[in-house]
């Protein structure tokens, strides 16, 4: 089977990665996560510029209607960079659940301009717990949803809520009454938050579309793109290693020539290829009709995925030694967010059991 890039997709790529080398590079992004906000609002509109929040919005809505395959690419390209926007909450899994709601054109044309910001608040600790009750044409929200990746960034926050005995999704805004947030950092430099939901009032108009089905495949196309964000790390933590292991010179000779120091940077290549491999397969079945399908698929990628960035990001710091946890060389920040995504959207004994589950009838 041939894997290689169209000659636009390949455009696509090289647009992106002159994106990170020129404009946020790595003393930006120190720049960066060293300001108030913790994120920048310029970047951001020069990632609207290169027409990147588009990609995924419609072209029906002023987007590029771009799909899984176009957002590999670009996360692959991305993810070296280590971004503190949210271009994957906002750009590729928000914007994958808001294609399911016509009545978003207006708001998905906005955020492909970078004018608004979306993310989804869905996870809470024992399942969706969150409760909406009528209060005559309108409704009211309580509940909590947490680690909410993005939401002090976010304009709108979509969050899910059981309605009877529906799943309903609804459209909150940021500074609506009765919502409040409790943000922190995480691991990797961006920003979470504990969200709390007490009897905020909504219009009956609040309410999307979509429906849990939607919002499922939605996190599963976000899913898709994190493994591929991961593998693009990778392959630059790789990379970074191997120059290394050429240039530092120990005893006369680059300590590359040491046999067992070259069998673990073979290692580190074999299980980047095989997070590659699957994060293709997670790409290519992100959108399949039969969920059961996708979900194992998803799993299958997303264990794979955290093993390899786990052994290539421990190795990569041992092998650059003490100076691989310091905070001046990018290794230690490529480990950092290597090992939050080893830990986001599920770890690999949850999706282990995922695909036990998945594959219990196949």
Known sequence: MDFSFTEELQQLEDTVRRFVAKDYTFERRRAILASAEGWSREAWQQIADLGLLALNVPEAHGGLGGGPVDT?????ALGPGLPLEP???SAVAATALLRDCPAQAGLMEKMAAGERIAVIADAEPHGVATLCRAAGTDFLLDGRKCVVAHAATADLLIVSAHLGDDLALFLVPRDAPGLALDSYPTLDGTHASEVRLDGVRLPAAARLEADGDALERALHIG???LCAEAVGIMKATLDTTVDYLRTRRQFGQPIGRLQALQHRAADMLMHYEQAKSMSY???MRCTAQDARERRRALAAAKVTVN???RFIGQQAVQLHGG???TDELIV???FKRLTAIELACGDSDTH??????????V
């Not at 590999?72 to 692959?76: K, P, Q, Y």
């Not at 995922?354 to 594959?359: D, G, P, R, V, Y």
Request: proline letters at 0%; zero cysteines; aromatic letters at 12%.
């Open 223 to 225: 899913l898709a793109a």
């Open 281 to 283: 397969l997670a790409a």
């Open 307 to 309: 093993r390899a960035a």
């Open 323 to 325: 100076m691989g946890m």
């Open 332 to 334: 230690s920040h490529w």
């Open 72 to 76: 590999l690419v670009v996360m692959n």
């Open 352 to 361: 282990l059991q995922h695909f036990i589950e998945a594959s219990a009838y």
């Open 87 to 89: 271009y994957l909450a």
